[in-house]
């Protein structure tokens, strides 16, 4: 019945000193598809892998905007976001009737941490099944955070979460070094390229089940009107990105060259996608 | 005939005590001096005059008298009445003295709230200030109970200077010189005259001279002003605001006025 003892109640810490309701809600985040999120001096960006329950149906909503200045990409139950961002759009009007202000990016981060941390700690309760990425520009720059679950945030130069968001992530940690002084179009190359490696075996990134949020300048194939403000591009509008992307490195063939095999011995070998990595199928 | 002096001049419990024989301090819990009713604002008790600001080269100069007045008694001489918020911003204050204390630790709670427990780089500037004091105000008269005062506030971040009024209807307005109370009548033209189309080039001894002027005029006018002042300067190093000073003043012209006072002739 239960994977644990000690798990039917989130106010419980196990022997261990572990709250298993929390890291459950935790695995909900990896159930969901991976969005990435890169941030260099002038931008920062979302990018995000979209599903469609069927042939007919449309495909999940993975980006919304919070404010002119701030917008996030979820993993998870897409209705406890929906409460989060909710909470997020009133938090970021506040700011702005209060004080004429548009809120600043990392108070409204700490803001739904310290709401999800409450969940981990009241009887009764369970924690949000979602993780988001934000990204926003305020007077100290762009940025981007993590939030996750546990009531955590932290901020990134680029991270990913969702399903076999491990594998972007080795892509992100191989480039970042380079983030800082991409162009906006480097910077979504980058995004794709790191979402393309959460992607199963046959599967490519389409107009359709791709997004991409933005804030910063306007780039080169974005019209001339374009603000600094969030936006999301999907469909026609992100094909020129797609096609931008270089092809995938060939994996190297199964006898490695002498070279390639003390590379990769002294640097630590990107962790194969996961056996028991239990991710939905997509449909498409 | 009540026989208790602290209930005498005070409202009667009709329900509760008819003839009035329970003493103050047996009173039921709900039975306060004001019978249960929420007594509000009706108007300003202890009360300051004009505040004064305006524009210069570097930033803002804000200026008031330090009396605080009880009616037309000049009750306590050596009040401040500017008040620095943060660091780049200092609001003054005419109309009810209390009113102000109250707005001056709403807002110092503000500064450690915003400032000193985020210390995330997001300070306050003049315009949030301003803006903030806004809401404030216009709650408390939409409540109907105003906090009676005309607030300036000024301020210089970013490189930029803010000036602005807001008062006890929440009404806000800015310019380059701005001055409440008496002094929107008599140190207004004055000011105005003095420092518009030269808010980029007046520096700050300039500014000063003209505020101390306005001063003086107000001090021969109005007659809840004192001699004594202080002078807020708000400019990209910071807010000072100086010690109390003194207006210098000559009545030898009141020798020759006649028509009213004690003259014979």
Partial sequence: MFRNTYDSDNTVFSPQGRLHQVEYALEAVKQGSAAVGLRSKTHAILLA?????GELASYQQKMFRIDD?????????????RVLSNFMRQQAMGSKMVFNRPVPVNRLVSAIADKAQVNTQEYGRRPYGVGFLVVGLDHTGPHLYEFSPSGTSFEYFAVSIGARSQSAKTYLEKHFESFADCDLEDLIRHGLHALRETLQQ?????????????????????????????????????????QTMQLKEVPPPTAPTPAAASASASAPAAPPPAAGDEDVQMSE | MDHFPTNWGRPKYDNFDTSATYPLHNRGQNQSTTSGATQHTQQPIVTGTSVLAIKFKDGIMIAADTLASYGSLARFKGVQRLHPVGDYTVVGAS???SDFQYLQHILDGLVISEETTAQDGHTLGPAEIHEYLSQVMYARRSKMNPLWNSLLVGGVKDGQRFLAYVDLLGVTYSASTLATGYGAYIAQPLLRKAVEGRENTLTEPEARAILENALRVLFY?????????QIATITANGAEISASLKLETSWGFAEGIRGYGAQTQ
């Avoid at chain 1, 997004?211 to 969030?230: K, L, M």
């Fill in chain 1, 49 to 53: 892998l979209k599903r469609s329950s």
């Fill in chain 1, 69 to 81: 200045h701030v917008g996030i990409a979820i993993a998870g139950l897409t209705s406890d976001a």
């Fill in chain 1, 202 to 242: 046959d599967k490519e990134l389409t107009i359709n089940n791709t997004a991409i949020g933005i804030v910063g300048p306007a780039g080169v194939h974005e019209g001339t009107g374009t603000s600094v403000d969030f936006r999301i591009l999907e469909g026609p509008p992100i094909e020129v990105y797609l």
């Fill in chain 2, 95 to 97: 109309g009810d003295m």
């Fill in chain 2, 221 to 229: 006018r109005d007659a809840r002003s004192i001699n004594q002042y």
